[in-house]
């Protein structure tokens, strides 16, 4: 990661009151956790375009009214999982940018979504998947 970014303070969002911007990569290695405020996805690859690559880490798979964040390390998001329409999942809570968050997709692009856009992304992405694949992405929280 030191070989394609200059300084460390970008891997955290400024919205993020959970972290600490660290001002060199020996404090961001032995401090992850608490300095990094996004989630990355373990299975995107460049030759799926619509794959999320990252996103803020205030994400859920809870689609109550107050969801609970996905927890720290690798979690499980399922094609059966996903749903759009009035509750959708996987969603945002309201800790970072209120029920909106910010998505890299493997395209190269960035995008803000609010949870029915989160959504609507990960069913494309499924949908752009191969049916007699994988049928769940590995999501890494910090």
Request: charge should be negative; charged fraction near 20%.
């Amino acid at each position: 990661m030191t070989n394609e970014i200059g300084s460390p303070k970008v891997c955290s969002c400024p919205s993020d009151s959970d972290v600490t911007p660290a001002t060199t990569w020996d404090a961001f290695t032995n401090d992850v956790r608490h300095r990094l405020s996004y989630f990355y996805c373990k299975d995107a690859v460049e030759t799926m375009p619509q794959m999320v690559l990252l996103g803020d880490k205030n994400i859920s798979k809870d689609n109550s009214s107050n969801p609970t964040r996905l927890s720290s390390g690798e979690n499980q998001i399922s094609r059966s999982e996903v749903k759009t329409g009035a509750n959708p999942v996987p969603r945002w809570d309201e800790k970072i940018h209120v029920n909106a968050g910010n998505i890299a997709l493997a395209d190269g692009s960035v995008q803000q979504v609010n949870n029915s856009g989160l959504a609507r992304q990960f069913d494309s992405m499924f949908q752009s998947m191969p049916t007699s694949g994988t049928n769940s992405v590995t999501i890494v929280c910090p």
